[in-house]
């Protein structure tokens, strides 16, 4: 046992009260660096989404979307990932995924600040941010400003044209995360809404929506909060500008009446009015069932335990690995949970990785490892880095097998 | 035994090759006449869900998005669903909740015929189809033309403003059929698109959508495709029209390489391109299941079923409750897959009838019996005309306990 072992044993013996990893399924043979792609089965899931499955669907049939409390559970799952983002109850529609939460978000935004023509965003940003973006700025006039969230402030500043600053939390690549509090009052200021994707947040990061008084919020379940592939995304709508949000995804669920099938649209009061169409149970109940199992955690509890394996995951990578281009920050307080590391060959050395069980995953030029702190461990971190070494030290990473397509978000 | 259980006694002995209620799990003790709302559970699917969360999401986690084809799940459930609604391979997506579809849908008709300010819809459409059509009409600078299906024939004559015709194939409500070929071939001679509304009749009733050269159309999966509660739903979009579908909604999973990570949208080609956000991979595994349960199922073949089941249905209720006042029309080839009764104390005459094991369910006015034909038996159809006789008869429906909250669709 070297040095970096008795560190690793002695950071998990300090951290061992956090240690969740028998509340997931994980195999036990793989360490799982891609759950900010997608989060591992928590423990439960499985029976919960057989019971929806054969008992309430099955045997409760259509009578469940009162009997069963689907109806309402776009809004309870809802409250549940507010806990955890910092919003108090009330404030988070389930539904939908990302893209279509983030275009009916932006949609809002611009019918909140009306004649101002100026949306800022980062150029950094995950492909459907910009893409969604586009499409709202083509239809409501737009012009889109691409810059850095670092300089979005000095561009805010004496400025009275930004409708909307549009950023994500943690940038999906190099795990950077950004100044929230300072960006949402330097839009403020500006007479700005901002609209915060928490992809790579929501679960690992105290976002603290209603403190720092975020106008509008979007995020995926299926990365720091488990909720298994595809789950649905959430949009926050705080309490303030929940009587002007306007929906352009007029769905009949966020009707004030939605039974009383008027011809016309009356949106409903509160964050109910985000709904759009008949929600997708089984995934919710999966979700559902997901959260649950973070409950009783405290995201600033999952916030140090996080900072502590990535700090530690660099380190190894530093002493094992001498030359690592990180692209992820250094500083604790500018990173979100994963280390990214940047390699001409990343595809290649993620492959490897992945056939000796350190399962990361890759983006354009760079080696993504996520780190889900809830279910790793210190010594998961060491047995990254070293494997890491150890595909360099082989040239496995040019090997001809591991030149397939790509894996998924 | 009397003539009306002999006469079911024959039908069913008829049409014995299609009854495929050995398929399904429904509760022994049921008739149950809401498949139009939520179809039941196939056997298969709860293995099949279940499949999908211990071994691929369990297990193979993030690389199930390659290994078990979640990634291109949506195309391929697309081209499961196609066969049943007369599509060719390569016209269908799946995935988002038939408002969305919808909204999409009309916007990429205004799209396909800009200039034209002029839309045709039926007031009687189920209301997110006008809360949609609202919201996209508001966003193009379209004018709303509300008139009965019957009538947009004579209206599209001579007519060169008219973009888009938006229409249910079967009213949710009268179960009425509307005349799909002829209203798509009055719209073409006028220079229009159509997008038809496929909820009511996709599973339930031929369309023909290549046959009849429909533009666009959209469907729910969860009434008679069985797919389960809110599962995703599908956008057709007919090939020749592909290379100018305008998706709004530009979700990451639409372009052309998405992997690539391009801050600029490409759309992909084909149907592809209508995909949006990441799929529901549970809520789709279910919907997947549900349909290869349909594979060797001709469309035709419960359409025959259907159409037997539904005028002896009429037949019996005419015989035991006279002065029956039905919504639905007496004519086989104008009628869905429903009888719709009116009656001003419909709510509790559908509480009344769950309460002895008949379940339909409630629209203003109108008690709604939805026969969702391979798993439905004429002497099922018997057992509901003599519980609603019974109901009336003992006056069950102005009991107390049946005065709660509507059922969703």
Redesign the interface.
Known sequence: MDELDRTARALDAEHAATDLRARF?L?PD?V?L?GN??G??ARG??DA??RV??Q????G??????DAG??EAPLRVGDRIGRLVGAAPGQVAV??????RL?QSLHAAAALRPGRRTVLAD?S????D???L??VAR?VGWQIALLSPDDVPARLSGSDDVAAVVLSHVDYRTGRLWDLPGVTAAAHAAGAVTVWDLCHSAGAVPVDLDEHGVDLAVG?T?KYLNG??????FGYVAHRHQDAFAN??????G?AD????????VPAPGVARAR?????????A?LDAALVVLDDVDVRAVRRRSSSLTAFLRACLEALVPGTRFASPADDDRRGSQVSVRHDEAWGIVRAL?ARGV?G?H??GIARLGVGAPYLTHADMLTAARTFEAVLAGGEHRAAEHR??????
Chains 1, 2 share one sequence.
């Open positions: 399924e195999p793989v799982y891609d792609s997608l591992p089965l899931v499985g989404v057989a499955v054969e309430e669907w099955g045997r049939l259509v009578g469940s979307w009162n689907w109806w539904g939908d995924s990302t893209s279509v275009y150029p940003s995950f492909p459907t910009l893409y969604v586009a499409s239809q995926c299926y298994g592939p595809g789950a649905p995304a352009v995804l007029a769905g009949w669920t009707h939605p039974f009383a099938m008027s011809g016309t649209y759009v169409g008949t929600p997708p149970i089984l995934s919710l999966a992945a399962v995953d983006r354009p397939v397509r790509p894996t998924v978000t």
